[in-house]
């Protein structure tokens, strides 16, 4: 079947401007999770959406990133005033429910590069 | 707090031969351990994981993961290295503290197979 989609695949950016970056989780999943691949930190947890209950923004670096998911299906992963530092990989999971033992399932990610 | 180490940045082996890449964890709790891979500009492909039961688990591609409790360590081997299975290794530890389950992930290891 169909696994994690992410658009764009490349994101190229100024430095100031706003990005958004999309994530299609597998169908039926109901626990969704960004992370951010870098060179200097690793892979860092961002945000996690659990059905309808509140996001976990807990690892979101700034005030400047946002994330919603809409219709308990795709999200969006929002950057503003984007800075040269947010240049990454952002990496989407999706997973069948929050259970520990669940699998996450990673989509290709976005390469973002901020000038 | 969940926490994984990789002591190995690059792991380098010949075709044919068996091959080990390291993991060691650190939990408060049950450890749900997962190992996933990376192939250049893809995102992270999951390969096993260790929930409970057996402490031999076997994954895709013909790898396999030890879970060692005395020794706090999971890691992953293959009889017998491919070209292909030259890729970047992440151990991954389930951070169950509250209620986002998310990944805690490693720092990754470079394996190399030489043909």
């Known amino acids: 079947g169909a696994g994690v989609s992410q658009s764009p695949s490349n994101k190229v950016t100024e430095k100031g401007k706003d990005v958004e970056l999309r994530c299609d989780p597998i169908?039926?999943?109901?626990?969704l999770y960004w992370y951010r691949q870098s060179l200097g930190q690793g892979l860092e947890f961002l945000i996690y959406?659990?059905?309808?209950?509140?996001?976990?923004k807990s690892g979101l670096p700034s005030d400047r990133f946002s994330a919603e998911r809409t219709g308990g299906s795709v999200s969006t992963l929002t950057i503003q005033r984007t800075q040269q530092e947010d240049s990454a990989v952002y990496l989407c999971a999706s997973s069948l429910s929050a259970v520990e033992r669940e699998t996450q399932y990673f989509g290709p990610g976005t390469r973002l590069l901020v000038l | 707090a969940q926490s994984v180490a990789q002591p190995e940045d690059q792991v380098n082996v010949a075709e044919g031969n068996p091959l080990t890449v390291k993991c060691t964890y650190s939990?408060?709790?049950?450890?749900?351990l997962f190992w996933y891979v990376q192939y250049p500009n893809r995102g992270l492909q999951f390969l096993l994981k260790?929930?409970?039961?057996?402490?031999l688990v076997k994954g895709s591609y013909g790898f396999e993961a030890e879970f060692n409790k005395s020794q706090t360590s999971f890691h992953l081997k293959k009889p017998s290295a491919l070209v292909s299975d030259s890729a970047l290794y992440f151990c991954?530890?389930?951070?169950?503290?509250?209620?986002?389950?998310?990944?805690?992930f490693g720092t990754g290891t470079l394996l190399a197979v030489q043909p």
């Open positions: 169908s039926g999943h109901t626990a």
């Open positions: 959406f659990q059905g309808n209950s509140a996001p976990d």
């Open positions: 260790y929930i409970t039961g057996d402490n």
């Open positions: 939990v408060s709790g049950n450890p749900y």
């Open positions: 991954a530890v389930r951070d169950y503290g509250g209620a986002t389950n998310k990944l805690i």
